[in-house]
């Protein structure tokens, strides 16, 4: 029993995952850790060099998995991505959303443009790869997608306006997909990490941010991009993970659970 029940549990065999982000720090690992529990991984992303890199590292561990460019502000470019997948594995079981940029632009300061485009990649962009691909996944009658929501999402985060508001908008959206095709065997959640010290929040990361991140958070460090994997592993797997749905899986040390 024991070590067989928890790899049947939790074992992606036979699976194809698509990993939009999957070129960045945390969905690589995300992807990473798809891989190493069975999944095929399309790593989906738009530097070729990074997405070698991350294929690279998969195959080194004997896993499977392949690069896809895509432009998530195209509906085409992610209709392709199906096709492309589909071509090749005949069937999509996971889905990471995970594609987001991040801006430090004062609240007085930010322009339509800008708030336009950000929202525009972490948001519009979430709900058409949930479009595209949940159509697919609700002909199979099955399929889990996991949308990386932020800490900024459940409560406003000062310096981040726009990404705070367009990850919100995330957490409610995946919610409402969730409701809308739990009966039809797709499952929607939401991955929620804490401080990472991702690409995107380098820029932010002052000495004086990291004292107060550390002062609400009782583990008193950033987390590290493989400490993602098991919530992913549980949101992905069919076997472990069958009446998952809606949930806002937050992975951050306690941050969220901390007042004074």
Not at 81 to 105: M, W, Y
Request: aromatic fraction near 6%; proline fraction near 2%; glycine fraction near 12%.
């Amino acid at each position: 029993m024991g070590m067989s029940f928890v790899e049947d549990l939790f074992s992606l065999k036979g699976q194809t995952a698509v990993v939009i982000g999957g070129t960045g720090v945390l969905c690589g690992e995300m992807a990473t850790g798809l891989a190493k529990a069975g999944a095929k991984v399309a790593i989906v992303g738009r530097s070729e060099e990074k997405g070698a890199k991350r294929v690279a590292a998969i195959e080194a561990l004997g896993g499977e998995a392949f690069f896809v460019a895509a432009d998530v502000a195209s509906r085409e470019s992610l209709t392709e991505l199906l096709n492309t997948v589909l071509e090749r594995e005949g069937k999509i079981d996971i889905l990471v959303n995970g594609a987001g940029v991040n801006s430090p632009t004062p609240v007085l300061d930010i322009t339509d443009e800008e708030f336009s485009r950000i929202l525009d990649i972490n948001l519009s962009a979430v709900l058409r790869s949930c479009q595209i691909f949940g159509a697919q996944m609700l002909k199979q009658g099955r399929g889990s997608i996991i949308n990386v929501g932020s800490i900024s999402g459940l409560g406003p985060l000062s310096r981040v306006f726009t990404y705070s508001a367009s990850k919100a908008a995330v957490h409610n959206l995946s919610k409402n997909l969730a409701r809308e095709w739990a009966e039809q065997g797709v499952r929607v959640n939401t991955l929620v990490p804490g401080f990472f010290p991702a690409e995107q929040n380098r820029k932010v990361l002052t000495e004086d941010r990291v004292a107060a991140i550390m002062g609400h958070t009782p583990a008193n460090r950033f987390g590290d991009a493989d400490e993602l994997i098991g919530s992913t592993l549980l949101l992905a797997s069919h076997a472990a993970g069958s009446f998952v749905t809606g949930v806002e899986m937050i992975v951050d040390g306690g941050f969220s659970a901390m007042s004074i």
